[in-house]
């Protein structure tokens, strides 16, 4: 079975400040990684994804995430934030045996909130 | 095009209406996805078509019947609703392949309310 846990519900950070929002994951082998961000009443847009090789992936909007084995993380970073990137953001995990499709499992979302 | 349309965007039904979602993408791709989501929950998956046939079904209530006429168009079909089916309906689309390693593309969704 694959799991992904986001433990903070809502992260603060200040303009200009880095950021950081944490995503932890199990699964049986080597896992394919997700970010997706969802602004208000909108779909998820995709951010980034690792599947194999360099640990640091870098996405769109500025954003990059670090994939560590040994602590089951894929941490999502930004070195400096904007307001406008306020929204909520899912990590999802996709045992790579799962099939041709993606049935992915999404954490809870954590709500980003950028302070003017 | 790399855009997933839907619609409506809103709809309002009651309990013993019919009615219809619609889903369409263009980008090729032959995995289709129906989500449905809660206010401030993740998404969770409904059923996946891949090369129009039903791939999975997570054990939804009938009362949803979703169909996929062709490689571009997947529809989910409601009927005898309850209140607590209200919520965003998402669908998706990604390429197929064998490593599945492709993310998805999702649509704005439908918001959803039964009364």
């Known amino acids: 079975a694959q799991s992904v846990a986001q433990p903070e519900d809502q992260v603060n950070v200040a303009e200009g400040n880095p950021l950081t929002v944490k995503c932890t994951y199990s699964v049986s082998g080597n896992p394919y990684l997700f970010w997706y961000v969802q602004y208000p009443n909108r779909g998820l847009q995709f951010l980034l994804k690792y599947i194999t090789g360099d640990n640091l992936v870098k996405g769109s909007y500025g954003f990059e995430a670090e994939f560590n084995k040994s602590q089951t993380s894929f941490h999502l970073k930004k070195p400096s934030a904007l307001v406008s990137d306020s929204a909520l953001y899912f990590c999802?995990?996709?045992?790579?045996?799962?099939?041709?499709?993606?049935?992915?499992?999404f954490g809870i979302g954590t709500k980003l909130q950028v302070i003017p | 095009d790399t855009e997933v349309t839907q619609t409506p965007k809103h709809l309002v039904m009651g309990m013993t209406n019919k009615k219809s979602l619609k889903c369409e993408q263009h980008m090729g791709h032959r995995a289709m996805y129906w989500y449905k989501q809660k206010a401030k929950k993740p998404p969770e998956l409904m059923f996946v078509y891949s090369y129009e046939k039903l791939s999975i079904n997570e054990s939804v209530p009938s009362r949803f019947s979703p169909e996929c006429p062709n490689s571009s168009l997947l529809n989910l079909h409601l009927h005898a609703l309850q209140p607590e089916d209200s919520a965003l309906y998402l669908c998706?689309?990604?390429?197929?392949?064998?490593?599945?390693?492709?993310?998805?593309?999702f649509g704005p969704g439908t918001r959803l309310t039964v009364l």
């Open positions: 998706a689309s990604s390429p197929m392949g064998l490593a599945g390693n492709n993310e998805q593309f």
């Open positions: 999802a995990v996709r045992d790579p045996r799962s099939g041709g499709y993606q049935k992915v499992t």
